[in-house]
C-alpha cells in the first residue's frame, strides 16, 4: 500500500470574506474529491479570509498511481479561479 499526503498553502487575493474563502475552497474541494478520488480537509487558518490550508491524502496499491493522482490535484490547485499556490509540502509513505 502506498500513501500521498500533500499540505496546500493558498492564497485568495480576491476574497473580502469568509463566505468569499468558503466559496473559492468548497468548490476545489469537491473537484478533488469527485476527479481524484481522494479525501481533502481544511487544515488551517479557518479565520483568515485570503489565506487557507488544505490536506489532500491519496492511497493506492501503485506509487505510480499515487504521483499520477497527487499531480492531478495540483492540476486542479493550478486551475483554480481565485487560489494562488503559495506551497505545496509532499509527504509519501
Not at 498553502?9 to 481522494?38: C, F, G, N, Q
Not at 481544511?42 to 488544505?54: G, N, S, T
Not at 495540483?74 to 494562488?84: D, E, I, K, Q, Y
Request: charged share 30%.
Amino acid at each position: 500500500m502506498f500513501v500521498g499526503i500533500v499540505r496546500i498553502e493558498l492564497h485568495l487575493p480576491a476574497s473580502t470574506s469568509l463566505k468569499d474563502k468558503r466559496s473559492v475552497l468548497r468548490s476545489l474541494k469537491e473537484r478533488i474529491r469527485e476527479r481524484v478520488k481522494a479525501s481533502v480537509a481544511e487544515v488551517d487558518h479557518q479565520d483568515l479570509w485570503q489565506r487557507a490550508a488544505i490536506g489532500v491524502a491519496v492511497v493506492s496499491g501503485e506509487s505510480r498511481q499515487v504521483d499520477e493522482r497527487l499531480q492531478a490535484v495540483r492540476s486542479l490547485v493550478h486551475s483554480t479561479h481565485g487560489a494562488v499556490l503559495i506551497d505545496w509540502q509532499e509527504q509519501r509513505a
